[in-house]
């Protein structure tokens, strides 16, 4: 079983920055899918970023390419979500995920590994 856990969440103003770590048990699961997806209130949890099948790039959503940046700590087994310019549409609950199949996926119901969640609150 892959234990994943956020931390980082918090209020900060439009504009402001926030950096979002998810520690990882054990190993560095470096064959597995990980990756961030975040769930604001009345929507669909949605992708945000993630590493790409090689591990040398990653990938993110249109929403926050530029403003995010998702990178990690392998001799930590941490992986961050960097997120600058934030606003107010950013507010949500943030997850890490994981997928033991290796898929490289964006979509949620391909993950079966998931952190508790941080909740991350943009104000205007």
């Known amino acids: 079983q892959v234990q994943l856990v956020e931390s980082g969440g918090g209020l900060v103003q439009a504009g402001g920055s926030l950096r979002l770590s998810c520690a990882a048990s054990g190993r560095t699961f470096s064959s597995y899918t990980m990756g961030w997806f975040r769930q604001a209130p009345g929507k669909e949890r949605e992708f945000v970023a993630r590493f790409t099948r090689s591990g040398a790039g990653t990938y993110y959503a249109d929403s926050v390419k530029g403003r995010f940046t998702v990178s990690r700590n392998n001799a930590k087994n941490i992986m961050y979500l960097q997120m600058n310019s934030l606003k107010p549409e950013d507010t949500a609950v943030y997850y890490c995920?994981?997928?033991?199949?290796?898929?490289?996926?964006?979509?949620?119901?391909?993950?079966?590994?998931w952190g508790q969640g941080t909740q991350v609150t943009v104000s205007s």
């Open positions: 995920a994981a997928d033991q199949m290796g898929r490289w996926s964006d979509r949620a119901y391909e993950y079966n590994y």
